[in-house]
């Protein structure tokens, strides 16, 4: 049997609305989930952090990227964008979460190929289903090795 | 609710004894998911092709796929969908026996929604079929068809 995921890949959240964030982090702990989860409040700070730690401190590195569209100074979409076209970032594993079900954005999210688009409006007001598949994802999924650099 | 019309999968899947386990996977959980079934990356190609080109009801929202197949492999078929204007915005899951870091970190860099190991699933798929169960009834698909009007 190849070994299953024992180590809990590390989280990153980009959410500014701080209630959003509380009811997530909420959800997480009703539903016994460990995963270390670190939060940045717009798509800068979010862009800054992953670069900052795929650089100097790859094991607190994010494994997976939840990111609201709506934020100020860098949106969700642009902070995608960047993660796409960055060559450290580009094969992180992205899920939206937002309130936009504007087709225009989810048309954008997956031509930059998100993992999944989920609605903040279907999770209730608690975000268990988005919590619950994210934490049924990870722990069936295969996740890249950090630091692996394909030969040349 | 965004939990509405079963979506439409695509199975490219060689080996015949894995097709199987994954179908009966599919009846013990009662999933109703339309699946396709196509043998190697050329088949899924000129079947994907013939979809997008006829706007057919049944093109796939969701594929998942092996990587070692004859013809054409799964990383070489997700190659050729980033690359199609029409396609790239497929949700792709591989399920393949291997655990080789250069096809993981291929897939990731041609941004696969998840990578999912053969050997973890035991009892017959069931974890990666549940996972994908999951995934459908959660997240919002892109409408197809939909062309952003120019800026």
């Not at chain 1, 979010?46 to 990111?67: C, H, M, R, S």
């Amino acid at each position: 049997m190849s070994e299953v995921q024992t180590k809990p890949v590390n989280i990153l959240l980009v959410e500014d609305d701080s209630i959003d964030v509380k009811a997530f982090q909420r959800a997480m702990t009703k539903m016994k989930i460990g995963n270390p989860i670190h939060i940045c409040r717009d798509g800068q700070e979010g862009l800054e952090y992953l670069q900052e730690t795929f650089k100097n401190n790859i094991d607190e590195a994010p494994g997976l990227v939840i990111l609201d569209i709506n934020m100020p100074r860098m949106n969700g979409l642009e902070l995608l964008k960047a993660i796409r076209e960055d060559e450290d970032l580009r094969h992180l594993i992205v899920f939206v979460l937002t309130t936009s079900n504007d087709e225009k954005d989810k048309f954008e999210a997956y031509n930059l190929n998100v993992a999944g688009y989920m609605l903040k409006s279907d999770m209730g007001n608690s975000f268990i289903r988005a919590v619950e598949l994210v934490d049924n994802y990870w722990r069936v999924v295969e996740f890249p090795e950090p630091n692996f650099k394909p030969g040349a | 609710m965004s939990e509405g019309k079963p979506v439409n999968i695509l199975l490219v899947e060689d080996d015949e004894i894995d097709v199987k386990a994954f179908k009966r996977a599919f009846g013990k959980l009662n999933i109703t998911n339309p699946l396709h079934v196509v043998r190697d990356g050329q088949e899924a190609w000129d079947y994907l092709t013939e979809c997008f080109d006829r706007r057919d009801l049944h093109t796939p929202s969701l594929v998942i796929l092996d990587i070692n197949m004859p013809r054409m492999n799964g990383l070489e078929l997700l190659q050729k969908i980033r690359g199609d204007e029409r396609m790239r915005q497929l949700i792709v899951f591989m399920l393949t026996t291997s655990n080789d870091e250069k096809d993981k970190f291929k897939a990731y860099d041609l941004n696969v929604a998840g990578y999912m190991l053969k050997t973890d699933m035991g009892r017959g798929f069931q974890r990666a079929i549940e996972l994908v169960d999951n995934y459908w009834r959660v997240i919002e698909f892109p409408e197809k068809g939909f062309v952003p009007s120019a800026a």
